[in-house]
């Protein structure tokens, strides 16, 4: 009845025209407002109209409530058929505008099920909006990766995005941290982190500069940018050079300053375990500017000022003092001289003083000979009235004494003028040279030198089966007890060979491989080469190896000079070890034309080599002075260019610490010598012929004596003999004495010469009438047969 009553007070309404509008009833009950084809209420209200407002004042309540109970309706739809037009309007002065949860708002929606809010199209908030469930739209991606410098990589989202993420989710999400001191560089998609260093204390570049750095080089800063600098570091260090020592230093004038404040200015020398007592100093003394060298109490002292020298004291007096508690002072081994006393000073100078202050019973000078035919003293006047010793008697001793016989070759002359004559003056015995065939199948291209027992050894070639071979002599006249050994016969070997004695008594010889082109080495495993060898090949670039020549270096190790066939160049190869295995440094020494054949190579005075060698392009002779102890550098210099001059050249270092060079001169076939001026044979050099008889001066050997006299062995082409020239004075300029010693047959040719341990010069050579390698061992300093001095 209730509805019934409100249909009738409706009906009543429209009937009486309350509302503004038509309102119609049709038959199938759809309630319309003056809009055709209407749905079952439609209200249309004009601009700024409200075509149906619902209010609700109640909790709980709907001014407009729908509901649909059927998938694919709507319980309400809005439509907004153009821009601008809203199908749903919501507005709150002071809650929600739309709330699809539960509050006081204008719009509210709720869904058991389905979706509590629907738009489909844009949906525009202009206040805030408030999400407290999930908001759950297309699948963009994940986020694999946060960048340095980027932010987040991932997804699929264009346009600008911004996400607003709760901090303690995200914590969660990163699975592991970073230490003290450490930053988060990298999430990775599974939750670990990478981590990097703080920075701590270090200053931001804000305009950094990079040079055209070079790799192993330290970089330096020019003023505007990083440059290569001039220090390398690979390991090992160096200034203006690539380093081939720990510390290398190179330049056109390289100097090390090492400046002290207070105090003394030093640098220490140590192995690795050394005690205290074993470390040595090289200081500069602050209180009197002196240089010395000490450890453990012993030292060395260059005065400054003076420039004297003091061995065991710190106040020298003399150019050369040598305080020593016991022992010897000064002595000289091996055919060296001990002391070379020099004055130009007048008749009251002394080129060698020795004084004895202990009072009683000392010695000022002490000399002995304990070889045979050794000499203690041995004393030669050159110049015209000269004496070779001066004694001078005190007030209440002798000017001199001696305790045994006295051997005098000669006459003694009193201070009146008198001569002794009355008895016969003592004579040498005549003796002869001794010449020995080695060996009778093989002999060309020997080298000679005295092993560390005193007996010499041979590297040569053997021709027939070629092969290196080595003689070792069981004697001093190689007469007896020789070892004759191959020490190698792996193809075409063993020409051009050098032989030397290494710093541990064992040979090392330097020879050419003709099969390979290469320049080969080995190191004898005993005194004779006869076991324990070890054979190295050096170099293989090209043809190299010819001409070969060995010494060792002031270090103990071999450097070798040689020729490369390949390129024409003079090449050196300084070895890493004894053995040569390891280490060595391969140097082009002159390559300006066809150089470097008829090498020979020496040590210097300083340390360093010096090398002579044949300018085939100029036909000149040649030297070059090493800059380093593996020649990475050298000045070569023309030393005669006075026509076919240079081949078959030998050199050694004089007495006086300056090098000698013998050679052939190709013009005029003679024998001549070449005495430097300096160490590096840049100036004042003398040249002088020794021998000009005949055809003569091929295959020279040069070395000096014990009396500080060359000698040189050398090939009579004229008469197919050996001769040997021994120098009357360091030039060779004067007093030569020249003598064939041997002429049987052609013999002479590749000669090689030393000094024995008792003096007397010892000559390998190959004769070419029986093939053999023959040994002549001198009767005396001048290879004289019968020879004495009266």
Known sequence: MKHIIILIGAVLLLASNVFADDVYIDSSGNVTTGVPSAGNLEVTGSSAEKAIVGQSSGTGGAGVYGINSTYGNYGFLGYGDAASNYGVYGYSSNGYAGYFGSSSVAVYGYSAGGWAGYFQGNARVTGNLTIDGQLLGPVIGDITAVNPGTGLSGGGASGDVTLNANTTYLQRRVSSSCSVGSSIRTINEDGTVLCEPDDIGTTIETDPEVGGNTTNYVPKWNGSALVTGSIYDNGNVGIGTIPSQKLHIFGTNPRILIEASASNSEINFKTSGDTASEVWALYKDASNDNLTFYQNGNRVTLQSGTGNVGIGTDNPTSRLEVVAASGTGISGDGGLIGVH????????????????????????????????????????????????????????????????????????????GTVQNSGTPIQQNPRANVITAVDSSAGSLPSITIGADGLPVISYWDYTNADLKVAKCGNVFCSSGN??????????????????????????ISYYDFTNGDLKAVKCGNASCSSGNTIITIDVTGTVGLYTSITIGTDGLPVISYYDGSNGDLKTAKCGNAYCSSGNTISTVDSGGTVGSDSSITIGTDGLPVISYWDYTNGDLKVVKCGTASCLYGSAVAVDSGGTVGSYSSITIGIDGLPLVS????????????????????????????????????????????????????????????????????????????????????????????????????????????????????????????????
Do not use: H
């Not at 000392?362 to 070779?388: D, P, R």
């Not at 001066?390 to 006459?411: I, L, Q």
């Open 341 to 416: 006393g020099k004055t130009s000073s007048g008749f009251v100078a002394s080129g060698v003083w020795g004084e004895n202050l202990s009072g009683s019973g000392g010695i000022g000078g002490y000399f002995t000979a304990t070889g045979v035919n050794g000499m203690g003293v041995y004393a030669q006047a050159t110049g015209s009235g000269g004496s070779g010793i001066v004694a001078v008697g005190g007030p209440d001793g002798y000017a001199a004494k001696f305790e045994g016989d006295v051997s005098v070759n000669g006459t003694i002359q009193y201070a009146d």
């Open 483 to 508: 070892t004759i050994t191959t020490v190698d016969s792996g193809g075409m070997v063993g020409s051009d060979s050098s032989i030397a004695i290494g710093t541990d008594g064992l040979p090392i």
């Open 663 to 790: 050679y052939y001169d190709g013009s005029n076939g003679d024998l001549k010598i070449a005495k430097c001026g300096n160490a590096s044979c840049s100036s004042g050099n003398f040249i002088y012929i020794v021998d000009s008889a005949g055809d003569v001066g091929r295959d020279t050997s040069i070395t000096i004596g014990n009396d500080g006299l060359p000698v040189i062995s050398y090939y009579d082409n004229t008469n197919t003999d050996l001769k040997v020239a021994k120098c009357g004075n360091t030039y060779c300029n004067s007093g030569n004495s020249l003598n064939t010693v041997a002429s049987a047959g052609t013999v002479g040719q590749s000669t090689s010469i030393t000094i024995g341990t008792d003096g007397l010069p010892v000559i390998s050579y190959y004769d070419s009438t029986n093939g053999d390698l023959d040994v002549l061992r001198c009767a005396n300093q001048f290879c004289l047969n019968n020879w004495s001095r009266r």
